[in-house]
Each structure stands twice: as structure tokens, then as C-alpha cells.
């Protein structure tokens, strides 16, 4: 029985067609690919390629479900087929719209191949997840690597343009949930050349740190900053009516912040620079030089959406102009330039313009037969607006006439006062009352007809001009008063028309520039994970559209770990030609990332189609999470150091230093490292290798903190640190860090008075603050010749500083020693008013006091009188100077008892030791009189006046000396006793009041027409 079944199924066998072998063995394929892509530049199709194995037929079945959360969208289909494909190929076109998180799945049902029924309906299904361009869906923390470039170069009638911009660095990437983080940080370089008819602008800028961070949550970036600061230089070129003004400048400091937060767009710009100003010049015979130093270039803009909320402009310099032309030269002095300029959401809010210098000029002019030189002094040139008003502007120059015309001229011009004034029209306006005075006075003319022929004579025009104190205003002269004396006198009182044109100044606005384009990555929907042979086109990031091919799978080691990636293509399209390439990571966690990419494209900027070119690669680094890496395979983290980078931190709330500890984990997942820092008030801290907090480097597993003592802790105080990696794995490490104490600070002081002489006093009152109590506060004298002067505490601390004479005239420090109450000591030379040292403030002060210069003090050494004798003697008079500073010179009126031949009224002594001084540099400085027969018997004035080293000199002061019989008393007779005690009381009483005026003399700056000694 058995038998015939097993021949009975060998014969069914054999009436089975043969097609069910082949479809067995054969059996049809479908794939399905994402085709979203289309010609609208708003928006792609939501289509899907279905390429079947062959060009056979196919009775085949789709489904699709769009789940947007829990809700099913119950998409329609359109079908169209592709011919020219090879093998069969449908297109299928859903009514839906993606969006960032839906879930679709597509299926695929082919219930028959090529007529033939198959018995068992073949299903082909995919399903994934609409994620964004480069960010995996699933929780993630990774570190990339990128460097690129960005230049832009195009041709103009006044020159080549470029502008090129520099960076390398390093990235990190992390999703919690819905919302992923990225930064960038790294450095970079710029580089700019604009160049128009006349100019030439050059900036180059290396940026030690380059800054972008970018937030997007649920797919949308809600979040993009980028920050660039850095130093540099830049030169500025103008070349206009034949002078070429050139500024080199070194830039201390650059900022660069773009920011689009919400979708408000934020730029700010900020360059601090210092160098030199050049101003050259040659036409004809003319010459013209410029020599400056500009101390401060500052600019500074805000614009947010496209509307400039802030911009300040600071300009100052000094400068030195000369100006020569076919015997004429102008040679000016700038001793300050400044320009200010505030603008906060379109009110100028800050002003300030303050030009001061003098200088000299002089010129010849000539006519047939004569000429005249003109030499003048700029004594005072002073120009200052504040705010937009004018609140100095003195003119002082004086000059003389020679050669044929002799003559002396001269301008002087100042604000008198300020008040209101009625214009032309009887409205009132706030007025500066300039005073304005000038003159010629001719004393020759030697037949000239300069001046119209007028010859000698004077002219004196006395104005009183009525200026609108706006600086701003055109026509600023509301009322005119002028008297005109010489050869065509006149006077009169005006009131121009049309005077003042009020003009309100123009607020900044934002200017398109060169290097003012924004420059992103492609940005899109896609599916992840992305399959071989998906479309996708990119078109999320304005101006940027890139439509991306899915290649071949392989295998792309990163962080020793090997991850299946899909090898990818992209062509840039619309305003962007170029193309891009790289890999995706499709299987696993980190599904939609890219492992590498790099970029190459042109992008079209400007209103003349000039493109600017980006070249970009970019890799990933580490894998932080997750973990690739199973538990038995894990390897534990291990800290290997932990230490202040600076060494040590100051207590009481000092400026912070960086704790660093240096972690060692090979398989990079790391999860936290916390550093209790209870012994210092701080408990538990985080710390981070995240380019935050003072982290100086992504990814390098220096992991930081910033630590700021706020308390009164010091000494050695122990930390301990702990990390946890992504399996539990951790490791403690403990040490002691530094604390170190914060000697007192000075936030303020007063000086009463500020100017003093040697031996006066001054009292000082600092205030002084450490929070472990101030023990001691000493002013240090010593270098001076003085003492270590302590200071008591009151509400202050108050110290009386008696002035050593060893302190020479001018401004000079105080040495302050601070001590508090556990022994930190620190000698400084200006307050702290930021509360710690080595943080300085714009507020701080030098502990100065400025040493009033005093004449010596000069008196008679000679005690005897000179003796007349039978012939004619020298004799000495001896004079004791005294001054702290030395003695530059000592001169004498000796009246009769000036040495025979002497013409000068005065004559010179001397403490050299040599003639008549008895002993050199004692202070005692000797002249000789001379002593002749005829003499008188009798008491002489002289007069002595000497000068220090400083130039500071007394008075001529008057001295007695009395000239004796050389075989008589020194008084002579006793009826000349009376006679002779009122000349010394008269004399005293002379030299008193004399001591009384050099008193009040040397109280008062030096008086012009004084000698180089300082003599009258």
C-alpha cells in the first residue's frame, strides 16, 4: 500500500507546471525608495520608487500609513510608471505632507509575476522615521571634527574684492528628547581686501576662538549663535585730491556674534584697535605731512533684524601737520583729537568732538618791488562739542610783519558767555556769545601797497558773534556786533536770514558689506534611517537646496568602532552650483548621522551675482553615547589628575580659576564627573568637556570647572572628584587644593590736600576692605627719605603723611603696605576698586600726591665787616643756600662792591672751593667784592637771588653788609651807632617784606618772561 502512495505523489509531481519551480526558486523583488523631490522650490513631493526585479508583469498591492502621533493622515496614492528604467518601475505620489517626528510605513503585496499566480503573496515593507539631515533620532552624544573655509573674490571697476574666512575645530552633538545641541569651537582666521576708486581697506584677524552653537527642537531650529573673538591688524588707505591718508592699526580686540534666536536675527560687531595715522601729500611745490598716533579706534554695532539698535564710534589721537609750499610752512600741533559717537535705537545718546593744539606758520609775499614775511604762533587752537553742543572754541594766534612792511598782527577768539538770543525772525535760540577780536598794527611800510596801500597805521575789529551752541545746525550765526577801527571803520549790529537751519543728525543704518552673507549647511527632512537608492531633496536652509543620492553600504571605521553607513552623492542646485559627498550611519542608535561629509559649492550674493565659495569637511570624532560597546567589553574610567590650572585660587570672591581633572577612558562613555568642593562652599559641581564653563578644548577629557572662592576659606583644603561611565564603572580621586589669601584692598581714597610742599602735611583716608579684618595699614616713605607712617582706624583709615624732603616736586606714588588679620600682606600703588587684586577697574586710582616745588631759602654767612683798606682788596661775601633738589645757580647784586670791569648788573657765586670760597659744596656759595680806597664807610644793600634744579627761583632778596676801617670797629664811631641801627632795622623791615612776597610768589605758576633759571 505504501508503494503505490509514493508512485501515486511521484506522478502528481510530475503534472505540477514547471513555472512554480522556477518562481520557488526565483521569486519576485521589489525595493522601495524615497523619491522626495520635485520642481517647486517650496516644497517636495511625497513620493516613493518602486523597482521591481524585472520588466515583467506584476499584480502587486501598496498600503501606506502616515502616522503623525497617534493619528493615521490616510494618505491617497497616484501611480505613474518611469519608462527607460530597465525594469519595472512605479512611482507613487502620496497627498501628505512629512513633518519632522511621523512614522510611515510603506508595503508592498505582489500577488502575481509575469500572469502566474503565486501561491504565497510575496510582502515587501519598509518603515522608518521622518528625522532631520544629520540628526539621529534617538538619544545620542558625539564630537566631530570640522575644518572650513569660506571665500569670496569677484572683479570691480575699482579692483579686486576678496574676502576669506578660516576655521578648524572641534564639534559636539547631544539629543535629550526632543531637543538636540551642537557647538563648534575652534579658531580661525580672516581676511579681507576692498578696494574702490580711492581706497583700500585690508583686515586681517586671527581668532583664537570661534563659537557657534545651534538648538533645534522637534526637528525646528529655534536656536543659532556664532561668536568669533580674536585680534589682528587693519590697514585703511584713502587717496582724494592728491593726499594719501593711510591708517595701520593693530586690533587688540574683535568680536563678531550673529545670532537667530526665535527668529530674531541678532549681528553684533565690535573692533578695538591702536596704530599710527599718515597723511602724505605733494602737488607743485606744496607739501603736506600728517604724523599721528591714534591711541584708541573703537567701533561697535548691534543690529537686530536688519534695524541697527546700537552703534559707537570712538576715535582718539594725537598728530603732528606740517604744510610747506614755495616758502611758506604751517606746522600744527594736535595735542588731542577726539571723536565720539553713541547711538542706541536711533537717539544719539553720547557725543563728543574735542579738537586742541597750536602750532606756527609763516609765509613771504611779495609785489613789485617789496615784500613782506609773516611769521605767526597758533597759541591756542581748542574746539569742543559735547552732546552736539559746542562748549569751547578759543582761537589765540599772534604774529609779526617784516621786510618791507613791519607790523605785528594777532586773532583771539573764545566763548564769553551763554545764554538766548532772538534771530532774524524773532525766535528764540540758545546761543554762545563768541568774543572775537583782531588786529593789525603796521609801523612800516616802506612804500609797499599791501593792505590796499592803507601804509602805516592800525586795525582792530572787536565782533560779538551769536552762535547757536548746536553743533549740528547749519547757519549758526543768529546775531552779529561788531566795531571796526583804521583805515575804513565801521560798525554795526545783524541778524543774518535764515539763520539757524536746525538739522537733526542721521541715525546709523545698516550697511550691506563685504563678508555680510550668511552661510549655512543643507538642511532638510529624511528618512531614517536612509536606504541605497534614496532621492531626497534638502531644502530647509535658505539659499541652500542639495539633493541627496543614496549610494552603496559599507563599512566606516570611527572612534575604533565600526559603523554601517550608506555611502551618499549631493548636487546643490537653485543659487548654489557645486557638490558634496560622504557617508550616513543607518543601522543602530545612531541612525541618521553623519559620519563624514565634505562640501564644495558656490553661492551667489550681492546685487551683482558675485559668488562667494565654501569648502567644508567634517568628521566624527568620539562616540560619547551610546555606548557601542557591550558591559563585559567595558573598561573603567580612571582620573588620573586633578589640579587648578592656575595653581592656586584667592579666597573672598577673587577672580576664578580653572580645576581641571584629566580623565582616562578608552571606551569614551562617560557619563558624569562631579567634584565636591563642600571644603570651600561650593558642594557638589559638575564639571565638563564641553567647551563650557571654562572648558578650553571639546573632547580632549580635560574635564573643567570654574571654582571662585566666595568664602574666607585659605590654606591647603582637600577636593575629591568622581566619574561615572554610561555601565556604573566610576573612580574617586582626592587632593588637597590651594587657597590662598587675599591680602586687604583699598576700594577708595582721599588725600587732603592733593598739593603739598616738602615738611607740609597731607591726611589720607582709605577705605579698606578684607573680610578677615584689616590689621594694619602702613604708608611706606622710605624711598623717599621719609618714615613708615602706620594709619589708625576711625571710620576709615586715616594717616597724617608728613612730606620727606627727599620726595621731588611733581606727581609721586604713595607705597601703601595692606596686612589683614591672618597675615597676608601686599604693597600697592592704587586702589582696587572691583574688591580684588589682579582684577583691575576702569575706576582705579594711583595713591599720588602732587609735591609743590619751593626756591631755596637764602641767608647772610658773612657775620664780619668788610674792611677798606690803604689799597684796593678783594673780599668775600658768603651766602648759605639751601634746597632739598640742588642748587642750579646762585647770582648777586653787589651794587658798589661789584668787582672793578664788571658790567653785568649781576655776578655769579660759587661753592667750588676755589678763589675766595673756603670749602667746596658746603652749602655756602662765595662772591667776591671789590673793596676799594674810595669805598664808603657805611652799610651796602645787595641783592641775591639763586634758583634750584627745578627752575623754581626766588626773588631778589636783600642782604646788609656793612664795609669798616680796616683800623677802626666794624661799627665806626659811636656817633654813627644810630645812623647805622636804623639803617639795619630798615633793612630788616625790607627783607621781611621781601620774605613775605616770595612767600606768596612761590605760591603762583611760573610767570612768562622768566629766564631759563627761572630769574626775571
Known amino acids: 500500500m505504501g508503494c503505490y ?7 502528481l509531481l510530475l503534472l505540477t507546471p514547471m513555472t512554480y519551480f522556477v518562481s520557488a526558486q526565483d521569486a519576485p523583488t521589489v525595493t522601495i525608495t524615497s523619491d522626495w523631490n520635485g520642481s517647486s522650490s517650496l516644497g517636495n513631493e511625497h513620493a516613493y520608487v518602486l523597482s521591481f526585479g524585472d520588466s515583467s508583469s506584476h499584480d502587486y498591492d501598496v498600503s501606506v500609513e502616515h502616522l503623525r502621533g497617534s493619528t493615521d493622515l490616510l494618505p491617497s496614492i497616484q501611480t505613474t510608471f518611469l519608462e527607460g528604467t530597465g525594469t519595472l518601475t512605479a512611482r507613487v505620489v502620496l497627498d501628505t505632507v512629512v513633518a519632522w517626528n511621523d512614522t510611515i510605513s510603506i508595503e508592498v503585496t505582489i500577488n502575481s509575476h509575469d500572469g502566474v499566480v503565486l501561491p504565497s503573496p510575496v510582502v515587501v515593507e519598509r518603515m522608518f522615521t521622518v528625522g532631520s539631515w544629520n540628526q539621529p533620532m534617538a538619544d545620542h552624544e558625539v564630537t566631530t571634527s570640522t575644518t572650513w573655509s569660506l571665500e569670496q573674490t569677484y572683479q570691480t571697476n575699482e579692483g579686486n574684492q576678496s574676502f576669506m574666512l578660516l576655521f578648524e575645530g572641534n ?24 578696494i574702490t576708486e580711492n581706497s583700500t581697506t585690508e583686515l586681517s584677524l586671527n581668532f583664537e576662538s570661534f563659537w557657534k552653537n545651534e538648538t533645534v527642537t522637534s526637528g525646528v531650529l529655534t536656536s543659532q549663535v556664532i561668536q568669533a573673538r580674536g585680534n589682528g591688524d587693519i590697514l585703511l588707505q584713502l587717496e582724494e585730491d592728491g593726499l594719501v591718508t593711510t591708517i595701520n ?60 539698535v546700537l552703534e559707537h564710534t570712538q576715535f582718539e589721537a594725537t598728530a603732528d601737520m606740517l604744510l610747506r609750499d614755495d616758502g611758506s610752512e604751517f606746522n600744527l600741533q594736535l595735542d588731542q583729537f577726539e571723536t565720539l559717537e553713541r547711538w542706541e535705537n536711533g537717539e544719539r545718546v553720547d557725543q563728543l568732538n574735542v579738537v586742541r593744539g597750536d602750532g606756527t606758520f609763516g609765509f613771504e609775499d611779495q609785489e613789485e618791488n617789496a615784500s613782506m614775511v609773516v611769521n605767526g604762533t597758533v597759541y591756542t587752537f581748542h574746539n569742543r562739542v559735547e552732546d552736539g ?17 613791519q607790523g605785528t598782527f594777532g586773532v583771539v577768539q573764545s566763548i564769553e558767555q551763554t545764554g538766548t538770543q532772538l534771530n532774524h525772525t524773532l525766535v528764540e535760540h540758545d546761543v554762545n556769545v563768541l568774543h572775537s577780536e583782531t588786529w593789525f598794527n603796521v609801523t612800516g611800510a616802506g612804500g609797499s601797497n599791501f593792505f590796499g596801500g592803507s601804509g602805516v597805521g592800525s586795525y582792530y575789529n572787536d565782533s560779538y558773534i551769536y552762535q547757536a551752541t548746536n553743533a549740528d545746525w547749519d547757519n549758526r550765526t543768529v546775531r552779529l556786533v561788531w566795531t571796526e577801527t583804521g583805515p575804513d571803520p565801521s560798525n554795526g549790529d545783524e541778524r543774518p536770514e535764515r539763520s539757524p537751519i536746525e538739522r537733526e543728525p542721521t541715525p546709523p543704518e545698516v550697511e ?54 550608506i555611502q551618499w552623492t549631493g548636487t546643490y542646485s537653485d543659487a548654489v552650483a557645486g557638490t558634496a559627498q560622504g557617508s550616513i550611519v543607518h543601522k543602530g542608535p545612531l541612525a541618521g548621522l553623519l559620519a563624514s561629509a565634505t562640501r564644495s559649492f558656490e553661492i551667489e550674493f550681492g546685487e551683482n551675482e558675485e559668488v562667494a565659495l565654501l569648502n567644508e569637511s567634517q568628521a566624527v570624532d568620539a562616540i560619547l553615547s551610546p555606548s557601542i560597546v557591550s558591559v563585559d567589553d567595558n573598561t573603567a574610567p580612571q582620573i588620573l589628575d586633578l589640579s587648578l590650572m592656575e595653581g592656586l585660587v584667592f579666597g573672598e570672591g577673587a577672580s576664578p580659576s580653572h580645576l581641571v581633572a584629566t580623565v582616562d577612558d578608552p571606551d569614551w562613555n562617560v557619563v558624569s564627573v562631579v567634584v565636591d568642593l563642600s571644603s570651600i562652599g561650593l558642594g557638589i559641581v559638575s564639571m565638563n568637556d564641553r567647551g563650557l564653563d571654562g572648558d578650553q578644548t571639546i573632547g580632549d577629557y580635560q574635564w573643567t570647572t570654574l571654582v571662585s572662592v566666595q568664602g574666607m576659606e585659605v590654606g591647603q583644603l582637600q577636593v575629591s572628584v568622581e566619574v561615572i561611565d554610561e555601565w556604573g564603572e566610576s573612580d574617586v580621586f582626592s587632593t588637597n587644593i590651594t587657597v590662598e589669601n587675599q591680602a586687604p584692598r583699598i576700594l577708595d581714597v582721599s588725600i587732603e590736600p592733593e598739593t603739598v610742599i616738602r615738611g607740609g602735611a597731607a591726611l589720607m583716608i582709605l577705605d579698606v576692605l578684607d573680610y578677615h579684618g584689616v590689621a594694619s595699614v602702613i604708608v611706606d616713605l622710605r624711598e623717599y627719605g621719609g618714615e613708615e607712617i602706620a594709619c589708625f582706624k576711625v571710620e576709615g583709615w586715616a594717616c597724617e603723611l608728613v612730606i620727606p624732603e627727599g620726595m621731588t616736586p611733581g606727581v609721586r606714588l604713595l607705597k601703601v603696605r595692606l596686612t589683614d588679620a591672618l597675615g597676608s600682606s601686599i604693597l600697592v600703588t592704587k586702589t582696587q576698586a572691583s574688591e580684588h587684586h589682579f582684577q583691575p577697574s576702569s575706576s582705579d586710582v594711583d595713591l599720588a600726591v602732587t609735591v609743590e616745588n619751593t626756591p631755596p631759602t637764602l641767608s647772610l654767612a658773612t657775620t664780619e665787616s668788610l674792611l677798606r683798606a690803604d689799597s684796593n682788596t678783594e673780599q668775600a661775601i658768603e651766602i648759605r643756600v639751601q634746597d632739598p633738589d640742588g642748587i642750579l645757580l646762585v647770582r648777586a647784586d653787589l651794587g658798589v662792591l661789584k668787582p672793578l670791569g664788571q658790567i653785568n648788573r649781576w655776578v655769579t657765586l660759587y661753592d667750588n672751593g676755589q678763589g675766595l670760597d673756603r670749602e667746596a659744596n658746603d652749602g655756602i656759595y662765595t662772591a667776591t667784592a671789590s673793596i676799594r680806597t ?55 623791615v625790607a627783607a621781611l617784606l621781601a620774605g613775605l612776597v616770595v612767600y606768596f610768589r612761590q605760591r603762583q605758576p611760573p610767570k612768562d618772561g622768566h629766564d631759563r633759571f627761572g630769574f626775571q
Open 5 to 11: 502512495r509514493s508512485v501515486g505523489l511521484v506522478f
Open 171 to 194: 564639534g559636539w552633538q547631544q539629543r535629550i528628547g526632543e531637543v538636540l545641541n551642537s557647538y563648534e569651537l575652534g579658531n580661525g582666521t580672516l581676511f579681507t581686501s576692498e
Open 249 to 308: 592699526a593693530t586690533v587688540v580686540d574683535a568680536l563678531l556674534n550673529r545670532s537667530n534666536v526665535d527668529n530674531v536675527a541678532t549681528e553684533r560687531l565690535r573692533l578695538e584697535a591702536f596704530g599710527a595715522l599718515l597723511v602724505a601729500g605733494q602737488e607743485d611745490d606744496a607739501e603736506f605731512d600728517v604724523d599721528g598716533d591714534i591711541s584708541l579706534l573703537l567701533l561697535e554695532t548691534i543690529d537686530i533684524d536688519g534695524i541697527r
Open 389 to 405: 553742543i559746542t562748549m569751547v572754541d578759543n582761537i589765540h594766534v599772534d604774529g609779526t610783519l617784516s621786510g618791507d612792511v
Open 512 to 565: 550691506e558689506a563685504l563678508g555680510n552673507i550668511s552661510v549655512g549647511r543643507e538642511a532638510g527632512l529624511v528618512p531614517v534611517p536612509m536606504e541605497t537608492g534614496d532621492v531626497v531633496r534638502l531644502l530647509a536652509q535658505d539659499g541652500i537646496v542639495l539633493t541627496v543620492t543614496a549610494g552603496q553600504e559599507t563599512i566606516e571605521p570611527r572612534d575604533a568602532k565600526n559603523l554601517s553607513v
Open 934 to 988: 674810595s669805598t664808603p664807610i657805611s652799610a651796602h644793600e645787595i641783592f641775591v637771588q639763586a634758583s634750584d634744579s627745578f627752575g623754581d627761583a626766588t626773588s631778589p632778596t636783600s642782604f646788609v653788609v656793612t664795609v669798616a676801617e680796616a683800623d677802626e670797629g666794624v661799627l665806626g664811631s659811636s656817633d654813627g651807632e644810630f645812623s647805622v641801627t636804623l639803617i639795619a632795622v630798615a633793612v630788616g
